[in-house]
């Protein structure tokens, strides 16, 4: 199944940006569809955004809309998301994970997950 290394997180105040970055490695990358998860304190992962194996297309969960771009480098094996316009509700653990089913929003995720990254936001 491969491994997904996720990194980039840290403590930003409201209103800043970050960029998380997912290496993948021991699977054909650019054969996937991607995305970005997050699992809030005491609540369920949930969907963040997902991109087309090639790039071409891309979706956000309704919250992100706008400040979040997720986009990937297949030659480098690598997914990130920009996040900008930080706010103290996207404080969570960061995950990204290929997925199946592009289009459904949200969509399932296939494969194990990583370690993730943490995002703190302070107001």
């Known amino acids: 199944q491969g491994q997904l290394v996720e990194s980039g997180g840290g403590l930003v105040q409201a209103g800043g940006s970050l960029r998380l970055s997912c290496v993948a490695s021991?699977?054909?990358?650019?054969?996937?569809?991607m995305g970005w998860f997050r699992q809030p304190p005491g609540k369920e992962r949930e969907f963040v955004a997902a991109?087309?194996?090639?790039?071409?297309?891309?979706y956000y969960e309704d919250s992100v809309k706008g400040r979040f771009t997720i986009s990937r480098d297949n030659d480098k094996n690598t997914l990130y998301l920009q996040m900008n316009s930080l706010k103290p509700e996207d404080t969570a653990v960061y995950y990204c994970?290929?997925?199946?089913?592009?289009?459904?929003?949200?969509?399932?995720?296939?494969?194990?997950w990583g370690q993730g990254t943490q995002v703190t936001v302070s107001s």
């Open positions: 991109i087309s194996w090639g790039s071409r297309t891309t």
């Open positions: 994970n290929s997925i199946v089913n592009y289009g459904i929003n949200p969509p399932p995720a296939s494969g194990p």
């Open positions: 021991g699977r054909t990358f650019s054969h996937y569809h």
